[in-house]
């Protein structure tokens, strides 16, 4: 319960979802990894809120704002997935890649 | 004053709400067999589920047991759980301090259950039937949401033991009487009952129930039975005033009222035909929660005059 | 003490079923491990005394979920998992990044002095949050609001492959719109 040990599972969380989400192809599963990127963010922000400033709402406020930020990444993820598979027929990353530099 | 019961409340918590629902069920099977003109039957699910319980599973080809297994037992622990926090009487499991929400976030769980129960059979049939169910609970969640909202907004917690205190003079259903009906409307949907149960509809072979059988079977359907009761349950204290009333003591009255809920979601579900999701869809965007969103409109311009 | 076992069980068991996600065949099971990772991590925050953001975590992810759970069918060639099959690429430089990741976060954090604090705790921490909502931090919720209503009109648009052309003909003549399917407003 002490402040370290959240942090290191948020790491962990952290560390589990930018594996997946610089590894998996499909635009889903990328998805995945960064929801699980942003859940370390919940958990990380909570913990801080109880541990070094527990009279101040900033805290959770930054919790609410992970929240919203997961729920506008997937509802935005999802959109343009359906509209490039709609008009390409393309799943993966690795073939939509019109803007690699 | 609302409060919490000793450790063995929660032991005995599952008990009411299966009586609760037993006598749903049965009233249910009474209204059938007297619309069919057959005697009055009221034992049918006790004689269902006696039945249910020395069936032999069935499996089908590779299903995925798990997560098919799964489903049914959250279904059913997440029933329970939900009437965690609606005190009946002055009595309560856990009077948390979000309540309503906790509420919510149980009934939820139905969404999740139902679709791996549909998923869980690698039958074609009872996919249909889970994505019917998700669609109708997206459209449902959101006016729920604002009933549920509204009724914490007046009383300014999301504690439910203080909504009931805030009903000790006026009941809520009669300053936001459109939430109440909403709610009404919204929790037979939440729990896939009848005229809302397109999930499990015959015009695709039983739907989620279509590869259930023994006690999987059993599991679902009484994990359905109770998500019903406990939102009928959480009417009361929301709406009706919990245990207020006359005369008799307060949780004879949170009985009486949670009963007279339930028998009339059971009724409208006998009279009404099943609802498409596809009519309903466009009826919930529409309709319900833009009065919704004015019901709670009124009570918060309400709750700052006073 | 029985605050610290729960701890260390909920944080074990989201790590494990956050890993679960990658490695599982099955598209179902993957978005239902991830479902298990968050209620897990929403356990930890519960810990934190942080009843209504727990809860609501759990509400969310679970409606989050599975709606992604739609998608996920929908997206992938083999979402049941009856047969096994990778679908990842630099999969050594990903694991390689990641790995170093957690090393270097978990050093900084067992080597940084945290501060505590021995500020009051609020009495009711859902109170303190739509207080600060409400008042010093007003901003963030309307920030918040624009853009959640701005999500909801890209997504629409970015996802509906037909426009008010097709639904009202050429010249926007027709009095109904002619859809695929009728809703229940009758219109």
């Not at chain 1, 942003?38 to 913990?47: M, P, R």
């Not at chain 2, 919490?4 to 032991?11: V, Y």
């Not at chain 2, 629902?21 to 269902?48: C, E, M, N, W």
């Not at chain 3, 990772?37 to 930890?44: K, M, P, Q, V």
Request: overall charge neutral.
């Amino acid at each position: 319960m002490s402040l370290p040990a959240f942090l290191l599972l948020a790491s962990a969380l952290f560390s589990v979802g930018l594996y997946g989400a610089l590894s998996q192809q499909s635009i889903v599963m990328i998805m995945m990894g960064l929801e699980l990127m942003v859940n370390a963010v919940i958990v990380g922000a909570a913990a801080f809120w109880f541990h070094t400033s527990p009279d101040r709402g900033d805290g959770q406020v930054i919790v609410l704002l992970a929240v919203t930020a997961m729920a506008i990444e997937m509802a935005v993820g999802f959109a343009v997935t359906t509209a490039i598979f709609r008009s390409r027929d393309v799943d993966m990353t690795d073939m939509a890649t019109d803007l690699k530099g | 004053m609302v409060e919490e019961t000793a450790w063995w409340g929660g032991l005995l918590l599952p008990l009411v709400l299966v009586a609760f629902a037993l006598a749903a069920a049965s009233l249910d099977s009474v209204l059938a067999s007297k619309a069919a003109g057959a005697p009055l039957d009221f034992a049918r699910p006790l004689r269902a589920t006696a039945g249910l319980l020395v069936q032999q599973r069935r499996g089908t080809l590779a299903a995925d047991f798990t997560l098919w297994r799964a489903g049914g037992v959250v279904l059913l622990v997440a029933a329970v759980l939900a009437s965690a926090a609606t005190p009946l009487g002055d009595w309560v499991v856990g009077d948390l301090s979000v309540g309503v929400v906790w509420f919510n976030a149980m009934e939820v769980v139905a969404w999740a259950a139902v679709w791996l129960v549909g998923w869980g059979a690698n039958s074609a049939f009872g996919l249909v039937a889970g994505y019917r169910f998700v669609a109708q609970g997206l459209a449902y969640e959101l006016p729920h949401m604002f009933a549920l909202i509204t009724a914490a907004l007046g009383a300014g917690s999301l504690r439910v033991g203080d909504i009931v205190a805030a009903q000790d003079e006026v009941w809520f259903v009669v300053w936001m009487p459109i939430a109440f009906v909403v709610y009404l409307v919204s929790v037979p949907a939440m729990a896939f009952s009848r005229p809302f149960d397109q999930a499990t509809g015959a015009d695709a072979a039983g739907g989620v129930l279509a590869e259930l059988s023994g006690v999987d079977r059993l599991v679902f359907v009484a994990g359905r039975w109770l998500l019903l009761t406990s939102g009928a349950a959480m009417a009361v204290p929301l709406f009706l005033g919990g245990g207020n009333g006359p005369l008799l003591p307060g949780w004879l009255w949170s009985v009486i009222k949670t009963a007279a809920v339930l028998a009339l979601l059971v009724w409208a579900g006998r009279r009404f035909p099943t609802i498409r999701v596809d009519r309903f869809q466009e009826i919930a965007w529409m309709v319900l929660i833009p009065t919704m969103l004015l019901q709670a409109l009124f009570v918060s311009v309400v709750v700052v005059w006073r | 003490m029985w605050r610290d076992v729960l701890f260390w069980v909920c944080a074990v068991l989201a790590v494990a079923t956050g890993v679960a996600v990658f490695r599982v065949d099955s598209m179902a099971r993957a978005t239902f491990a991830l479902l298990a990772s968050f209620i897990f991590a929403a356990g930890t925050v519960l810990l934190l005394d942080l009843p209504y953001l727990g809860v609501l975590v759990i509400l969310m992810m679970i409606m989050e979920m599975v709606v992604m759970a739609v998608f996920m069918i929908m997206y992938m060639m083999n979402p049941a998992g009856l047969m096994p099959m990778t679908m990842v690429h630099n999969q050594k430089g990903s694991l390689a990044i990641a790995v170093g990741t957690f090393v270097l976060l978990a050093s900084g954090v067992l080597l940084t002095p945290w501060p505590t604090s021995s500020a009051p705790r609020p009495e009711d921490p859902t109170m303190q949050l739509g207080e600060a909502l409400m008042g010093s931090k007003m901003l963030v919720m309307i920030v918040l609001g624009l853009a959640l209503f701005a999500t909801m009109v890209c997504t629409v648009v970015l996802a509906t492959h037909r426009g008010r052309y097709d639904r009202y003909g050429d010249r926007l003549e027709r009095e109904r719109p002619r859809d695929p399917i009728r809703g229940g407003l009758g219109r």
